[in-house]
Structures are given as C-alpha cells and as structure tokens.
C-alpha cells in the first residue's frame, strides 16, 4: 500500500524558513520523481519543486529560495523554503505519479504571518 506522508508545517514570520519532509512507502521511491505542490486558501493546487535523481526543477517563485531533495535509502524527499513570504502560506502536499495513478500525502499546513 502506497503512503505519503508530509511534515514540518507550522507558522514562520515572513522572511523565516521551514523544512518540510515527505516520507513514503509503498513503491520503489529512487525509480520516480517526486514532486511538491501547494494550495493557498481558495486557490488552485500549483506546482512548487521536483526532484528526480539528481535533477531538481523549481516554479519560478521558489527559485533561489527553495531547495528540494531527496534520500533514497531513507525513501524521503524534503523541501527546504527559505526567505518565505505571505503568499506562500498554504498546504503543501507531496506527490508521485505512480502507474496505479498519483498518489498524494495529506499535506502539511504551513502559515506565513508576523
């Protein structure tokens, strides 16, 4: 049975940092991407970062401040956010695309806010 599960949410001022984990089961994780996205209040689910073996892709608003990895003997990938700002507050869930289908954890909630 495939599991995602993310962590490390929580509230941060702006400008502060968080490190989100993604711990995952289930499937062999060094074979596929894994991919961070998020969701603001009453806006649509948008893709934040990618990594793929030693690749890692960004959308623009996380480039140079976001930092994606990945460790396979420990099937977790990780999401470090630095120089937040308040609209990146929101849920931010992993997700691998898996041919059963994507599969996603239920998210860690992380609040931007002095």
């Known amino acids: 049975q495939v599991q995602i599960v993310e962590s490390g949410g929580g509230l941060v001022q702006p400008g502060g940092s968080l490190r989100l984990s993604c711990a995952a089961s289930?499937?062999?994780?060094?074979?596929?991407?894994m991919r961070w996205y998020r969701q603001a209040p009453e806006q649509e689910r948008e893709w934040v970062a990618s990594?793929?073996?030693?690749?890692?892709n960004y959308a623009d608003f996380g480039k140079g401040r976001f930092t994606v990895s990945r460790d396979n003997a420990k099937n977790t990938a990780n999401l470090q956010m630095n120089s937040l700002k308040p609209g990146g507050r929101g849920v931010y869930y992993c997700?691998?695309?898996?041919?059963?289908?994507?599969?996603w954890g239920r998210g860690a909630q992380v609040a931007v806010d002095s």
């Open positions: 997700n691998v695309d898996l041919p059963r289908g994507q599969c």
């Open positions: 289930g499937f062999t994780f060094r074979n596929y991407p």
């Open positions: 990594t793929a073996g030693p690749y890692a």
